[in-house]
């Protein structure tokens, strides 16, 4: 999967997992922040999020808190997180 | 260095010993061998007795080397105190011990010698270990550090390296001390004191940090404003001229706590004494009348309930390291994981937990965990293997934790959690432990009865009124003193734990001149949330002519995210032409929230109402009229809806509901027992399992006339 798949994959999991109504894949945008400004998610989502992207990719985010809150500044910062853990496991 | 001359030591004593043998051996002379149990007795009280000079006792030495986690134990000046006295038993044993075995050497005949020195002597060892053994583990139950409330701190309460805060896991080692908090406080004193402001806004996320700016600002006898919302807007409309505002977060306009307890060391100075009856702490929460609402707090309260926490769960505290997830901006969080553990010297996490992996990491030593009732549900919704904890200790409040949940707690977490229940107006007032029942068992003191409306009314020590709090929640009190909570009464809502009033949200929006009039309801379906219905100003309409509605969305997402935490911004809106209301102008609730309800929609019409939805299950209610052109070419004689027809209903419903697509030709099986005629009122449940949908047709009596199962393309 390429970069601009997986941040597309990202956005539909954002989507449904959190059940957005109104909003398209291509309304989100790939560096703005997903929690605070821009979409504005709440700490709920982004457990559920969490969640969802383990299942989804089978990935896992650190125990560091502050580590996390950078994986989920925005999607860019998610798929090359994803990708990142990705490339470590075929390694 | 030092250990090792000592080795040297203790090798030349036994050397000693040794010699003392062979030569007896060697010689023959059986006088010499009798004195061999008295010299081994005096170089056990050598080798004992040296310790509790030059310290650590010997005893502690054994202890500390079997078990690392002394070293760093809160109450490691109890433990050292606790083994001197043992090796000071141990040395006085080896004195009468060793007495006795000198005096045996000359009696008439060797028996005495033998018997004593043979048998009597390490049955009395014996005695002593395990004498000692049972006295420790009561030693051990009863290992408590002392309660003192911040209001009567000093700088000798605590030894200076005994520690206040711990970063990441305890044992990692990373703390903060007595004399560390003396020392930051002090910074912290002298900035307040440089400045003139009496009221200063507080939010830290840092424990630490907040816990030494809420101490220094009581010190120097400032009010606190307390608030988890440092939104511009919020901040602006209660920050008064005269307010000062202090924080980590780099607000604009703020002081940057961070800046002052890194900055320039100014000296270790005593705690000024605080009354804790004069304190004034502001707790924002959201009040009904839909404005920021300030509950004015004092110390006096808040430490009279830590004392009761303590007094009842202390040994529980005692023995382990507080950790939580909980904003302490709230009173829960505050009082609970840092009010309280700073008060009773234990150790509080400066952290807060903020995503359910880190539980994972804290396996290393034994915790009290402050949580809410959301944050459980979701680490332990999807967990399958137990984490592992030691032993811990969870506490829950702001919310209804479900029995359910809290098994699943148990069983992945390891304990069944403890819930408190309090608001911001009272503290805590009432727990239960659900696998011992629904009710819930006021704390001490606490005086409970009821109003004309059913609700509850709280009188206590730990509100200031003594008229009591009149709470919005309507219970069911018992003779005995118990009670049952029945639900809220008033437009005060809860979105996973955070309290709001619909009303407020409300009041913001019809402030927007793009807003003409609005209702906000709150909703839970897979998750609380509220939902916004909004009929547009003639400006609003002009101005979102031509846009798409996520855009609508955004402009009033954004505009209350000005005011409130994202948990409670409206997730569905509706743009209304009017807010439907009867025709005494009071609104029509259920219409209203009908509009955001997930909808079936109709299929060949044929129009589905949803009986009853769960994340994976859902049922429908339908009647296929004779109409309805399912029947068309099949048996036209006798019409009932045909196999093709089944699957294509249940097929869309799953695919509607589930938001997954199943593909035309796939693995499906079904099984009729009767046929569905038109007309008939039927029920249709789907339940999923990964991407295996299980559908059956029953009707009102239960009586199943027909299953069956297909696949969609992803999972859910």
């Given at each position: 999967m390429n970069m601009d798949e997986l941040k597309l994959e990202i956005k539909k999991i954002i989507i449904s997992a959190l059940e957005l109504e109104d909003i398209k894949p291509e309304n989100i945008v790939d560096s703005e922040p997903l929690f605070g400004a821009g979409l504005g998610l709440d700490s709920i989502d982004a457990l559920e999020l969490g969640i969802a992207l383990k299942k989804r990719f089978g990935i896992s985010f650190s125990a560091e808190s502050s580590d996390n809150r950078k994986h989920f500044a925005s999607v860019d910062a998610l798929a090359a997180y994803i990708s990142a853990q990705k490339n470590g496991e075929t390694k | 260095m030092a250990w090792s001359q000592k080795r040297i030591k203790t090798a030349l004593c036994i050397g000693f010993l040794v010699c003392g043998g062979l030569v007896a051996l060697v010689t023959g002379s059986a006088r010499i061998l009798t004195f061999y149990p008295a010299l081994v007795n005096l170089f056990f009280l050598v080798l004992f007795g040296h310790t509790l000079f030059v310290g650590p006792s010997m005893v502690y030495r054994f202890a500390a080397l079997k078990d690392k986690s002394i070293a760093i134990s809160p109450y490691r000046k109890k433990i050292a105190a606790y083994c001197r006295k043992v090796t000071l038993v141990w040395c006085c044993f080896f004195i009468v011990n060793g007495s006795i075995a000198l005096l045996s050497v000359f009696g008439e005949t060797y028996r005495f010698w033998a018997l004593y020195n043979g048998c009597i002597a390490y049955i009395l060892m014996g005695l002593l270990f395990v004498g000692e053994y049972i006295v420790r583990k009561v030693v051990q139950k009863n290992m408590k550090g002392d309660f003192i409330p911040l209001t009567q701190i000093k700088l000798n309460s605590r030894d200076m390296d005994s520690i206040v805060c711990y970063q990441g896991r305890y044992t990692d080692g990373v703390f903060k001390t007595w004399q560390d908090f003396a020392r930051d406080c002090t910074k912290m004193r002298h900035f307040l004191m440089a400045h003139k402001e009496t009221q200063w806004i507080l939010n830290c996320e840092d424990c630490y940090y907040f816990y030494v700016t809420f101490a220094s600002l009581l010190q120097c006898r400032k009010e606190i404003l307390l608030t988890a919302n440092i939104t511009p807007e919020f901040i602006k409309e209660i920050r008064l001229p005269g307010i000062g505002f202090l924080t980590d977060?780099?607000?604009?306009d703020s002081t940057d706590i961070a800046a002052i307890v890194e900055g320039p060391d100014a000296g270790i100075e005593e705690f000024p004494a605080i009354e804790a009856s004069e304190t004034r702490i502001h707790m924002y929460t959201s009040g009904s009348t839909g404005h920021p609402k300030a509950v004015l707090q004092r110390m006096k309260e808040f430490e009279e309930d830590n004392a009761f926490v303590i007094s009842k769960w202390g040994h529980e505290f005692w023995k382990r390291k507080v950790c939580s997830c909980v904003n302490q901006h709230h009173i829960y969080g505050l009082l609970f994981s840092v009010v309280l553990p700073f008060a009773a010297g234990i150790p509080f996490r400066r952290n807060r937990i903020t995503i359910p992996a880190e539980f994972k990491s804290l396996t290393d030593d034994s915790y009290v965990i402050v949580a809410v009732p959301a944050f459980l549900k979701r680490t332990v919704e999807d967990e399958t293997e137990s984490f592992g904890l030691k032993s811990p200790v969870i506490f829950t409040s702001g919310g209804v934790l479900t029995p359910d949940v809290a098994r699943k707690t148990d069983e992945i977490m390891g304990f069944w959690p403890i819930e408190v229940y309090g608001s911001t107006e009272t503290s805590g007032i009432a727990y239960r432990q659900s696998k011992n029942g629904l009710e819930w068992t006021p704390f001490d003191n606490a005086e409970i009865s009821q109003n004309a409306e059913g609700c509850l009314i709280i009188r206590s020590p730990y509100i200031s009124d003594p008229a009591g709090f009149e709470t919005a929640d309507l219970v069911e009190i018992f003779p005995d003193g118990r009670f049952l909570l029945k639900g809220r009464s008033d437009s005060i809502v809860k979105i996973e734990e955070k309290r709001i009033s619909v009303t407020e949200v409300e009041n913001r929006l019809n402030q927007n001149p793009y807003v003409k009039d609005s209702c906000v309801i709150a909703m839970e379906d897979r998750r609380q949330y509220l939902a916004a219905a909004v009929v547009l100003s003639p400006a609003g309409a002009e101005k979102f002519a031509g846009a798409e509605k996520f855009e609508i969305n955004q402009y009033f997402r954004s505009y209350l995210a000005g005011f409130f935490e994202a948990v409670v911004l409206p997730r569905k809106w509706r743009y209304l032409d009017a807010i439907p209301q009867n025709a005494m102008g009071k609104r029509k609730k259920a219409e209203i929230k009908a509009l955001f309800e997930k909808k079936i929609e109709d299929i060949h019409g044929i129009s589905f109402a949803i009986k009853e939805q769960e994340e994976k299950k859902i049922s429908v209610t339908f009647s296929a009229p004779e109409s309805c052109d399912f029947y068309d070419g099949h048996f036209p004689e006798q019409k009932f809806l045909p196999a093709v027809a089944q699957f294509h209903i249940a097929v869309k419903v799953a695919e509607q509901y589930f938001k997954v697509a199943v593909p035309l030709v796939e693995t499906r099986r079904i099984k009729f027992s009767h046929p569905i005629l038109p007309d008939r009122p039927m029920i249709l449940t789907i339940s999923c399992d990964g991407s295996k949908f299980q559908f059956a047709y029953s009707d009102e009596a239960g009586k199943e006339y027909s299953k069956g199962t297909f696949f969609s393309k992803e999972t859910v």
């Open positions: - | 977060q780099k607000a604009p």
